[in-house]
């Protein structure tokens, strides 16, 4: 039997909620996984990439860079960034 008000059967209007509502739903699943990323990055990063976050044995604390590049500048120059890469020297920029 057809709807008074629209002529088409409630089996469509049923199976057009079902659909839609699936859609918007995966939708949502999907901004809250990626919203959750976004929230934890620093988290996932070390779960997917340990060997960043490693520190070895002999490594030293910032401070002793700091202290070392007043040492070799002298008192005029700031230190503003302390620089640990993955591979090569520690690099220490400094300011006037």
Do not use: K
């Not at 960043?52 to 044995?57: F, P, T």
């Not at 640990?84 to 520690?90: A, D, E, I, Q």
């Amino acid at each position: 039997m057809a709807s008074p008000r629209t002529g088409l059967p409630p089996s469509v209007w049923r199976n057009l909620h079902l659909c839609l509502g699936v859609g918007v739903g995966l939708l949502m699943v999907a901004i809250a996984l990626s919203g959750s990323v976004l929230v934890w990055h620093d988290q996932f990063d070390a779960l997917m990439h340990p060997g960043r976050y490693a520190i070895g044995e002999g490594s030293r604390p910032p401070s002793h860079y700091l202290a070392a590049a007043a040492d070799a500048v002298g008192p005029r120059f700031q230190p503003v960034v302390v620089r640990f890469p993955l591979s090569g020297p520690v690099t220490v920029l400094l300011r006037e």
